[in-house]
């Protein structure tokens, strides 16, 4: 199937610095292209891949799971490690949660992860039913587009497929008994006004992991995609400060760019 315009995936050859960006479920590399810009164009290696069944229709999802979204982002960190002598994870949402899965399992080889609005837990009634209620309801309402600027659109599914949601919800329970195994420095951005992942998300999340280097940074004028929102120049300039803070030297590469 052909991906959505602007769903693509992305990568930029900088350089010893990378960083692999995460997407959301039902979303897109188009929700981090911003980000992943911005990056680019002070010099770092990055890389924003595209989950198996996103960016192109739901039906696509349907067939995919968990473990499908992680393997594609494990194999793009694998990438990056062999490329860079430094590398930090960042995600948003479900890539939040795919970037403290990465952190837990691969320890000191990542240097830091930044995660914005991270997802944590399929919440209210309706996850008790998706074991039963996935064989009897293809689709439900879509998640995509929670964003307070005017004008900004999210390109993603306007379905979520419920086999892909009760994959998602088991992926949440994995995660949370493997937050204390995340150690690495950790700047966690979250928006009071979210309408898909709650506060509690993030209070549970800095509440478990291991990290002593934490830092939260509430984002006031922002819905969930703050990547996209009144916020994301804040969420890139700190994630900026980050890198330069852990990877000294990293300034030294601004301006060096060889292709995106």
Not at 46 to 53: A, D, R, T
Request: glycine share 10%.
């Amino acid at each position: 199937m052909p991906v959505l315009p602007g769903a693509e995936p992305y990568r930029h050859e900088g350089g010893e610095v990378g960083v692999l960006l995460c997407h959301g479920f039902t979303g897109s590399p188009q929700s981090l292209r911003p980000w992943a810009e911005y990056l680019a164009e002070r010099g770092l290696t990055v890389s924003l891949p595209l989950l198996p069944g996103h960016g192109t229709r739901w039906e696509d999802m349907a067939v995919t799971g968990w473990e499908d979204w992680y393997a594609e982002v494990e194999r793009a960190l694998e990438e990056l490690l062999a490329r860079c002598t430094t590398v930090f994870v960042f995600g948003l949402s479900m890539g939040g949660a795919l970037t403290l899965r990465l952190a837990a399992r691969h320890g000191d080889r990542i240097a830091g992860v930044v995660v914005v609005n991270p997802a944590n837990k399929v919440h209210g009634l309706s996850a008790y039913a998706l074991p039963v209620a996935r064989h009897l309801v293809r689709t439900t309402k879509g998640l995509t587009s929670d964003i307070a600027k005017p004008g900004v659109e999210e390109v993603g599914y306007d379905r979520v497929p419920l086999h892909a949601a009760h994959s998602v919800r088991k992926f949440f329970r994995l995660v949370d008994k493997e937050l204390p195994q995340v150690t690495q420095p950790m700047v966690l951005l979250h928006s009071p006004q979210d309408h898909v992942v709650p506060p509690v998300d993030s209070a549970r999340i800095l509440g478990r992991v291991s990290s002593t280097d934490l830092r939260e940074i509430v984002l006031e004028q922002s819905y969930h995609v703050a990547t996209l929102d009144y916020d994301a120049e804040r969420i890139f300039e700190e994630s900026w400060a980050f890198i330069g803070r852990l990877a000294p030297g990293v300034e030294a590469t601004k301006g060096i760019t060889d292709g995106g």
